[in-house]
Structures are given as C-alpha cells and as structure tokens.
C-alpha cells in the first residue's frame, strides 16, 4: 500500500485588478500605498514596508517575495493593477514622469521614454 503526499497549490492571486475589488477597499488600498511611497521617498522604509504588508493582508493576495507592491499605471491602457515591484518595468519620459508598468503591459506596449 502506498501513501500519497500532495501539496496544496497556493490559492490566492499573485496580483489583483482595483476594479476587483469593493470601491471603498480600493479606495483604501489607494490611500495605504500612496502613504507606503510618501514614506519610502522620505527613506522611512520601515513605515513604508508596514504599509505595504497592510495592503497585502487587506486585498488577500500572496505576499510577495520582496514584500513590496506597485501599481501599474502604463499610460497606453491604465490597467491599474497592483503587483509585485520586483517584475515591475519603469521608464522615465522626457517630461521626468516615471511610468511603472507589469509584466502584461511591458510585453504588449512597452514604453521607451520616447512617448
């Protein structure tokens, strides 16, 4: 007789779309991480990464490996969503306003700075 081990697959979503979400926890969720960045310019990276952890628990996506989120805001398509800042693809343009796109719009209009 034979004894099967099977592990559970992660459930939750690595990234979430605001629009997912109920309009009064996207409204915090946008509130929390625009204190999460006021603090980390202002190098106060403790505050910011608690910030950030609040986030994760209040939308119930898998943490991150780098604990830190980021919110696309690609000027092609504004998808919004909320993710891991590690697979995060920034890109300054010639007004000095940095763009941060995912993964999804960095693959499909990716920004050069020429734009």
């Known amino acids: 007789m034979a004894i099967a081990v099977m592990t559970h697959a992660p459930t939750q979503p690595r990234e979430i ?3 997912h979400l109920a309009p009064a ?6 509130a929390l991480l625009d204190q999460a960045d006021w603090h980390a310019a202002r190098h106060e990276l403790s505050t910011s990464a608690l910030l950030h952890a609040q986030v994760i628990r209040l ?3 898998r943490p991150p490996d780098s604990k830190e989120l980021a919110r ?9 969503v909320i993710f891991d800042v590690a697979k995060a693809r920034f890109c300054t343009d010639s007004t000095s306003i940095e763009w ?7 693959d499909e209009h990716r920004l050069t700075g020429n734009e």
């Open 17 to 19: 779309h605001p629009h």
């Open 72 to 80: 696309c805001n690609c000027p092609n398509c504004y998808c919004g």
């Open 100 to 106: 941060v796109q995912c993964e999804r719009c960095a």
């Open 25 to 30: 926890i996207a409204e915090q969720v946008d």
């Open 59 to 61: 939308i119930g996506i």
